[in-house]
Structure formats: C-alpha cells, structure tokens
C-alpha cells in the first residue's frame, strides 16, 4: 500500500513533443504528490506538486494532472527540450506528522534535438 | 546549489567493512532524511531525524544505522558492508516535519563495495 508506481521506465521523445510520465498508488490516506527532477550526477530537485484537492496545476511547460477516483497523477512536459533529458521521480506523501516520501521508480527521458 | 552538504561523494572499500557517510542540511532545516538510489530500485526511503530524534524508518538494514548531532548534521553509518549495498546515498533536508514540504537533495555519496 505504500507503493507508488510510475511508467515508463524510459521515454524517448523529439524535440517539442509531449512528454507523458504516469504514477498510480494505492494508499488513499497520500495528499501530497511531488515530481522531482534529478540530472546525472546531481541530486533530486522539485519540479512540480499537487494536492488532491484540484484535478490539474501547471507551471511553464510542465503540468500535472490527478485522477482521485482512479488513484492516478501524471506529468506532462510540453514542447519538450534537449534541457528536459533527465530522470523524473513522482512521489506521494501523507501531510502533517513525520511522514516518508515514497517515490516511484524514475523515468529516464531523453529529448532528442 | 540545494545547501545540502554530503561527504564523500565517492567511496570505494570492501565487503565487510565499515563507512560512515555524512550529510549537513541547509542552514535552518530541522529534518534530515536518508535514501538510497541503485539502479534496479529508484529511491528507497531509509529513516527521517527531526531535531536530533528519530521520527520515521523505512526499509533501513539492522547493519545501518543514523543519527542526527546538536548541530544537526547527520551521519549514516553502514556495517559489514556486502556488494549489494554499492549504490547512491542521498541526504536530503527540510524545514519541516516532512510530508508535505520540499525536500533538498545533496549531490549524494556513491559507494561501491568491491
């Protein structure tokens, strides 16, 4: 239950495509759901997070979208960039208390110019 | 540059031995969190200090143990080391309890056990 489970491993878009990452968990007590960029040698940074309590939030070229009924949240990166190329975590979290992030897997993404 | 300090970035020892690996938060942050990073199992939570004081464990080995000093620093400490615990040990910081606030990552220490 603790689980957050995040596709695909690895995504190969062009330059000023979409990108589509997904994440679906199964704990319903979660109510914080952060993407973190991480690039190669460095340490994970925020991106973008939602709260349950709207269905979309978007930020530049990067939005999430959250699906409550469906357990589900989901990134999207518009006219992705060659700058974009990293790994994406999605995360979720119980507010209040001292409570763990849990991540997903990661996916790789590559923009190709 | 997330403020987030970790020593060493590398480190390469043997099977059965001993590291300690050391994480100091962003100025003002009370919470230090350690993870681990291997290829095969993205970012695995391993426990959470708040102010000196354990406040959350994950999937943490008996053979590793952390703590947080008065001046907030932390140290993670790895025992009779096996090749399956190489991987990328992050430290990261907050103000808060955790949970619904941002994280700061530091740049992670890599540890390969020949």
């Known amino acids: 239950q603790q689980q957050v489970k995040q596709s695909p491993q690895s995504l190969i878009v062009q330059k000023g495509g979409i990108s589509i990452i997904n994440c679906a968990y199964e704990n319903t007590a979660f109510d914080y759901f952060p993407w973190y960029q991480q690039f190669p040698g460095k340490g994970p940074a925020l991106l973008i997070a939602?709260?349950?309590?709207?269905s979309e939030k978007k930020e530049g070229r990067f939005t999430i979208s959250f699906n409550k009924s469906a357990k589900q949240f989901s990134l999207h990166i518009m006219d992705s960039q060659p700058g974009d190329s990293a790994t994406y975590f999605c995360a979720a979290s119980i507010s209040g208390g001292y409570n763990k992030l849990i991540f997903g897997a990661g996916t790789r993404l590559a923009v190709h110019p | 540059d997330s403020g987030v300090t970790q020593t060493p970035k590398h480190l390469i020892t043997a099977t059965g031995q001993r590291v300690t690996l050391r994480c100091s938060p962003r100025s003002g942050d009370l919470s230090v969190y350690w993870y681990q990073q291997s290829l095969d199992q993205g970012l695995q939570f391993l426990i959470q200090y708040y102010n000196g004081e354990e406040r959350a464990k994950g999937n943490i080995l008996e053979r590793f143990s952390a703590q947080q000093f008065p001046d907030l620093h932390s140290e993670l400490n790895l025992s009779s080391l096996e090749l399956g615990d190489s991987a990328l040990y992050f430290c990261a910081s907050s103000l808060g309890t955790g949970g619904s606030g941002e994280l700061f990552f530091g740049e992670g220490s890599r540890l390969t056990v020949l």
């Open positions: 939602i709260r349950p309590d709207v």
